[in-house]
Nanobody, 126 residues
Framework: QVQLVESGGGLVQAGGSLRLSCAASRGTFSSNAMGWFRQAPGKEREFVAAISWTGNTYYADSVKGRFSISRDNAKNTMYLVMNSLKPEDTAVYYC????????????????????WGQGTQVTVSS
């Protein structure tokens, strides 16, 4: 069980960068697979990136090469560095966690996660 809080969202111009953070306000990231999802107005929630307990990563094709996911288990914090932002990246970004027993496993489906943060708004202007 982990309680998650996202931060770092804001307004940026196209081509700019932003770093999102997801911190555990209760519990620990240890033994948890983590992921980032986003939901734009009028659209379904979609997968962005995932990272395993030990640092294996997986990205959606739409963000591969632009976004980078990482985690610091000692600080109970996960990050999403977003570069070359586009207006279509505008969305509410959510972090998610799932307790696992396999250190290298990652998940890309929202139903695979059990704990979610409240979300942070990212707006990219043209």
């Amino acid at each position: 069980q982990v309680q998650l809080v996202e931060s770092g969202g804001g307004l940026v111009q196209a081509g700019g960068s932003l770093r999102l953070s997801c911190a555990a306000s209760r519990g620990t990231f240890s033994s948890n697979a983590m992921g980032w999802f986003r939901q734009a107005p009028g659209k379904e929630r979609e997968f962005v990136a995932a990272i395993s307990w030990t640092g294996n990563t997986y990205y959606a094709d739409s963000v591969k090469g632009r976004f980078s996911i990482s985690r610091d288990n000692a600080k109970n914090t996960m990050y999403l560095v977003m570069n070359s932002l586009k207006p279509e990246d505008t969305a509410v970004y959510y972090c998610a966690a799932r307790t696992v027993t396999s250190p290298g496993v990652v998940f890309a489906a929202d139903y695979d996660y059990s704990d979610w943060g409240q979300g942070t708004q990212v707006t990219v202007s043209s």
